[in-house]
């Protein structure tokens, strides 16, 4: 039986950790900080088109700190919380529990997110994963939905000397086919996040900055203007992509035109969306500040992608404002 910590027990981090444990092969320590009286006495019921249903499912271990789970070896640390590195680096988050993995799993929105965590692991395996999936904590958290297919590209994170070490990406794999989900293994998992950063910046971005939802952003009236508007945002990062060699080819023109012809007006809110409305941090840096900052390195202009930076910053900054306050 492997030993599997999952840290963040938000939607992804429980459906994941449900799958790792329906495999049979693995038992999970969620490190649950906000949830944890609520999964430790009441379990989490599961209603997934993937997964299935099951009633009051609890982990094998539940905790509220990384300090108390760093009391063994996992062969896994998987990520699943939101990567904020401008409220808090993901190597001070995990903090002991750095000591005390053989491979990290990244499964988080954005770009250059395994950064921080490399330089200081130089020579540990990071496994990075998009999750395209449809999850929802609801009822205080008390219930998990699921609705929709899932799918889970995952890679490896070239070491800073050496190559990666490709059989902890092939044992993860495993456990989560046996668990019921879809991974697939990818041997360029940058070029992967980077398809992904199509859709979070374009939709993402400006569900938050209108306060609207999918349905409201893409209404009739304006739908043409809209989509004019998320080509052009695509267009530029397609060009960062390119000019800093992360992708060559015509993939990521394919995917914005597959994107945009693909996307609904729903009733869905963005987790970014959702995390303004619910006055926490929002993931700008990841999502935004990483391709701004890669634009300015390799010389391409992005004013569309600098006017959604600049407003989700102060976005940001009032949130943090906001926390810092309550915490007085």
């Not at 006495?41 to 539940?62: E, F, I, T």
């Not at 859709?199 to 989509?227: F, G, K």
Request: hydrophobic share 40%; proline share 5%.
């Amino acid at each position: 039986m492997l030993e599997v910590c999952v840290v963040g027990f938000g939607a992804l981090g429980s459906f994941y950790s449900f799958a790792l444990e329906r495999s049979g092969q693995a038992r999970v320590t969620a490190v649950c900080r906000s949830s944890y009286e609520t999964v430790k006495d009441h379990g989490l019921d599961v209603d997934s088109n993937v997964l299935g249903k099951y009633d009051a499912w609890r982990p094998y271990r539940v905790v509220a700190s990384t300090q108390e789970a760093a009391d063994r070896q996992y062969r896994f640390v998987v990520c699943t919380f939101k990567a904020l590195p401008d409220v808090i680096s993901t190597p001070d988050l995990l903090g002991p529990l750095l000591d005390h993995g053989d491979s990290f799993v990244l499964i988080q929105n954005g770009v250059g997110v395994e950064g921080a965590l490399r330089r200081r692991l130089p020579m540990t395996t990071i496994i990075s994963g998009c999750a395209w999936i449809d999850a929802t904590i609801v009822e205080k958290g008390r219930l998990l939905t699921q609705y929709g297919p899932e799918r889970l590209t995952l890679g490896v994170h070239p070491l800073t000397d050496g190559k990666p070490e490709e059989e902890s990406l092939e044992i993860l794999t495993d456990l989560l086919l046996k668990g019921g989900t879809t991974p697939e293994p990818e041997s360029d998992i940058v070029a992967q996040r980077w398809r992904k950063v199509l859709w979070n910046v374009a939709y993402s971005s400006l569900c938050t900055v209108s306060r609207a939802t999918m349905r409201e952003l893409l209404a009739e009236p304006h739908i043409e203007l809209v989509n004019a508007t998320i080509k052009e945002i695509m267009g530029e990062i397609i060009l960062v992509a390119r000019m800093s060699g992360i992708h060559t080819g015509t993939l990521l023109e394919d995917e914005a035109v597959d994107i945009i012809r693909r996307v609904k007006p729903t009733d869905f809110k963005p987790s970014m969306l959702v995390d303004l409305e619910a006055n926490r941090p929002i993931e700008v840096e990841v999502i935004l500040g990483e391709v701004v900052r890669e634009a300015a390195e390799v010389g391409v202009p992005v004013p569309r992608l600098q006017v959604l930076y600049t407003s989700l910053k102060a976005i940001q900054h009032k949130l943090l404002a906001n926390r810092r306050q309550s915490q007085l």
